[in-house]
């Protein structure tokens, strides 16, 4: 019986010939991920351990993207405390204000984060880093010094469900972005509970790098340990031009054991709003038109990259954000925002009235920039949607791509973007 390429990458790491699911292993770790929130704790944490460095300066990366720019005190201390950790440890990957990215769109970017690698990260959405073909997922603050000191981590292998998607011709407008969350509704959010989830067929294969990203960022919504794609060229051509390291392709054997094996026609998959509160609760767009929103959030690690920006600076140009909307949009990395305005992207984003914004995860998480009060509705191109989760406990959040989001800026309520594209 042959091997899927999560266990792959997790044996090779272990230096053994072959896992199987539920084996317990310790692997050697290629990156070790932190941030302005989980960062703090784990260096404090580290410290407790007694030891002077990292195992590797050039596998340890700090993101301070959560809360900069800082806005309180309290923030301002946590990033301190990543910059001076970064700075007496000499820590290669390091980035701060004027320099940050949103992390899961800054490491794919930037090449520090590569096929055939093993990731750790103190962020739950590290699973990200799947969709170039890497064993990829989120820790505790503890595992992560843990690793940041010894460079390993203890693994439970897990089963791997897979996701095929039979055919490229997608529905207009539809996304990466819809597939995850039509896949999340289907098996609800804890369908995938420390699995594997590995999406494949030709309908994947025909999606840029941005959309496979925004795919294995979501797998965590499922309860996914990871989500994954095996490489192909289009991974390989996004790579090359990044990698600074040397990487190794897997892919799964033809006779891989599965646990479950879904298959979907591409065709199939409508554009997909998910409802409060949960990103299992999903319908279609035109299920969910004509709902009052508030405010419109773009951007994210989920849906932060150029490809987002230009969607929704299509649909935006020439037109007006309606006058009861705010919309904020949110590069996900300072690369991205320079491009974007050298497009004019930004420009038409500005002139149509939506407030755009260094890099950060402000919004999100409701840290800051975006928050919702009592009794408000946003739609937001984010990843998660659970009470309170951008504001007031009685505020709501509803999920969709970046097309259904500009649209519905536009418009006041939640709309397709036909209503607006064809519309002019």
């Given amino acids: 019986m042959g091997m899927t ?3 792959k990458i997790l044996a090779a790491h272990a230096g053994l010939d072959k896992v199987v699911p539920g084996e317990i292993i310790n692997a050697k770790l290629d990156i070790v991920l932190a941030n302005d929130v989980t960062g703090p704790v784990a260096i404090n944490e580290f410290n407790k351990l007694g030891i002077e460095k990292v195992f590797d300066q050039e596998k340890v990366a700090l993101v301070a993207d959560h809360f900069t720019p800082n806005k309180d005190i309290a923030s301002a201390e946590h990033s301190k405390i990543l910059r001076d ?3 007496n440890q000499k820590i290669k990957y390091f980035w701060d204000t004027g320099t940050v990215g949103i992390e899961h769109c800054l490491l794919p970017e930037q090449g520090v984060v590569l096929p055939g690698d093993l990731i ?14 890497a064993f990829a997922t989120g820790v505790g603050s503890t595992d992560c010094a843990a ?3 010894t460079g390993e981590a203890w693994f439970r292998v897990p089963e791997t469900l897979k996701f095929i998607f039979h055919g490229t011709d997608f529905q207009p407008w539809v996304s990466g972005k819809d597939l995850i969350l039509y896949i999340i509704g289907q098996i609800g959010v804890d369908g995938a509970r420390y699995k594997a989830m590995e999406f494949s067929g030709d309908g994947i294969r025909s999606l840029s790098m941005d959309n496979r990203l925004t795919i294995c960022n979501m797998a965590i919504e499922a309860g996914a340990k990871t989500g994954i794609i095996e490489p192909d060229e289009i991974t390989l051509q996004y790579v090359k031009s990044r990698a600074k390291r040397e990487y190794k392709i897997y892919k799964s054997d033809h006779d891989a054991c599965y646990e479950n094996v879904y298959e979907f026609r591409s065709k199939d998959i409508p554009l997909q709003v998910a409802f409060p509160h949960l990103p299992e609760n999903t ?9 009052k929103i508030d405010q419109v959030v773009i951007g994210s690690c989920t849906n932060g990259r150029l490809e987002d920006l230009e969607i929704a600076a299509n ?6 954000i309606h006058p009861e909307i705010r919309c904020l949009i949110f590069p996900g990395t300072q690369q991205i925002y320079l491009e974007a305005l050298r497009k004019g992207w930004i420009e038409a984003m500005v002139e149509a009235g939506a407030a755009v914004s260094t890099p ?3 919004p999100c998480l409701g840290g800051h920039m975006g928050i919702l009060a009592k009794g408000e509705r946003a739609l937001s191109t984010t990843n998660r949607n659970f009470v309170g989760r951008m504001g007031h406990p009685e505020s709501e959040v509803y999920l969709c791509n970046p097309a259904v989001a500009a649209a519905s800026a536009i418009k006041g ?3 397709h973007p036909r209503e607006v594209v064809n519309n002019g």
């Fill in 5 to 7: 390429i999560s266990e």
């Fill in 85 to 87: 950790f970064a700075k």
């Fill in 120 to 133: 750790i990260g103190a962020d739950s959405h590290t699973c990200t880093y799947g969709a170039l073909g």
């Fill in 147 to 149: 690793g940041m000191a």
């Fill in 283 to 291: 319908k279609s767009v035109d299920e969910a038109s004509g709902r």
């Fill in 315 to 320: 649909i935006l140009k020439g037109k007006k």
């Fill in 360 to 362: 950060t995860c402000g």
């Fill in 413 to 415: 309520e939640i709309v």
